[in-house]
């Protein structure tokens, strides 16, 4: 078997998916990270979808959304987050364009029609648009540490009879709720956002806010959210009323991705992290279930299928148990990849584990394989649970480790399929463009860094970005 990788270099765009769900209803599964769409553009993008949708709600919204300009107020301004010290002009360039995408949010969770200020839509488009993106920069007046550490924002827009209605609302999970009640933040973010109060107001909380943020897909009747540091939300697909947390039917365990090898660790360690949370005044806030260890987190890029019309998925954890549940003195992720059927039942579980810490954001899938990047990095633990740092401010990048390529088996795979591992020179890879098999070639499109990029506030501590830079690497870009 042969490999062939094709990368290009940058940030990733705007993912798009047409797709018909299992019950016949064609929707268009739109995963982005950015701001609202002009109308016109988005007709565009989805004018091969039809077929019969669900009815969408005359009633108008008593917050006009005036999604036609922006459903976001600009409260954003260019330069707002802070950036490291020693960027190129390019680099520099880049980040403050790249900060201008963020802007606070206004729900119209009611909804609205809205006026079509270009061209016009067919009569027989039927369909709905989702999009996911951080929309909430600042709680109680304080602004968050990383744009991307902003709650999740949901948009639909519906299209039938010529006409389009548009609903937005932020996913209420108890993090958001809890913000809107205190009015200042109280979760550590993953990228740059910390408690106030400096590192004794973080230290030993493990417990990172689910955003909610990342990703929304349209399956099994029912509208997932995700954010790949945790557990996805279910929401009402029509109203966007968030119904909790999804767990896929029971296959996912609510809790931190972490198991500290046994019941009588885990319970220790709870009764201290339930300790924390009330000193801090998080206990309040969030269900038991959710500060305890023990949980699995799911990746916030599942992928459809659409030869076996499946959403395939993986979940993770991270534990000193090798993969045949021994103890060990060393870190491994496992990971559980999960194929579910339109329903949204999982259909097939595959195992598979890796040792240390895998930062692993992104997969791709052939019809035999499970494409997995492992990146060359390693988290500095002590700066996470000493709160010095938050949980992507600890990744660490090993100069000179190789990046590895791993293709697992899917069910269906040949028979006498093992898993196979290639090596690359060092690099870093955040999403996967495309995946296919061509003979005795698998062929991955990807976008890659020389190393592991910061956008934004970077994902890079202050120090771990000077050091970069001495050592050459690229940070930013």
């Not at 943020?213 to 099994?220: E, P």
């Not at 040792?355 to 499970?370: E, I, K």
Request: glycine share 12%; charged share 15%.
């Amino acid at each position: 078997m042969v490999m062939v990788y094709r990368t290009g270099a940058g940030p990733t765009s705007r993912s798009r998916r047409h797709s018909n769900t299992a019950d016949g209803k064609a929707r268009a599964h739109i995963h982005s990270l950015g701001s609202t769409s002009s109308f016109h553009a988005l007709a565009a993008r989805i004018s091969r979808c039809s077929g019969p949708s669900r009815p969408t709600s005359a009633r108008s919204c008593s917050r006009m959304a005036r999604a036609q300009k922006s459903s976001r107020s600009m409260t954003a301004q260019a330069g707002r987050w802070p950036h490291p010290a020693g960027l190129t002009p390019g680099q520099a360039e880049f980040q403050v364009a790249f900060d201008k995408g963020y802007l606070e949010a206004t729900p119209c969770p009611q909804g609205q029609f809205l006026e079509l200020t270009h061209g016009s839509i067919p009569e027989g488009l039927v369909c709905t648009y989702f999009s996911n993106g951080p929309g909430k920069f600042q709680v109680g007046g304080q602004a968050i540490g990383h744009p991307l550490d902003g709650d999740g924002f949901i948009s639909s827009i519906s299209v039938q009879g010529g006409k389009a209605f548009y609903r937005s609302d932020f996913v209420q999970t108890p993090e958001h709720v809890a913000g809107k009640i205190l009015k200042r933040g109280q979760f550590r973010g993953t990228f740059g956002t910390q408690r106030a109060g400096g590192p004794l107001s973080n230290l030993l909380d493990l417990h990172v806010a689910n955003t909610s943020n990342t990703s929304v897909v349209d399956w099994g009747g029912l509208l997932l959210s995700f954010f790949e540091g945790g557990q996805p939300y279910a929401l009402h697909a029509d109203t966007l009323r968030t119904l909790g947390v999804a767990t896929l039917g029971g296959a996912v365990r609510e809790g931190l991705p972490i198991d500290l090898g046994g019941p009588t660790l885990n319970a220790a360690f709870n009764a201290l992290h339930r300790l924390v949370q009330r000193s801090v005044g998080s206990w309040a806030h969030l269900h038991p279930r959710q500060m305890a260890v023990g949980g699995e987190a799911v990746t916030a890029h599942p992928h459809v299928d659409p030869a076996v019309r499946r959403l395939v998925s993986f979940k993770y954890s991270v534990s000193p148990r090798d993969p045949a549940g021994h103890a060990t003195r060393r870190l491994h992720t496992h990971f559980t990849f999960m194929e579910l059927d339109g329903a949204g039942i999982v259909v097939e579980r595959v195992p598979w584990a890796l040792p240390g810490y895998a930062f692993v954001h992104d997969f791709a899938l052939t019809r035999a394989w499970y494409v997995v990047f492992e990146n060359p990095v390693s988290v500095d633990y002590h700066a996470y649970m000493l709160g010095l740092a938050p949980a992507a401010a600890s990744i660490r990048w090993d100069v000179g480790r190789p990046t590895v390529v791993h293709l697992i088996p899917r069910p269906g795979a040949p028979p006498g399929a093992r898993p196979r591992r290639f090596e690359l020179p060092p690099s870093f890879v955040f999403h996967h463009a495309n995946a296919y098999e061509q003979g005795e070639h698998v062929i991955i499109d990807s976008v890659h860094y020389d190393s592991l990029p910061g956008v934004g506030t970077p994902a890079l501590g202050k120090k771990q970005a000077q050091k970069a830079q001495r050592q050459g690497e690229s940070v930013g870009t």
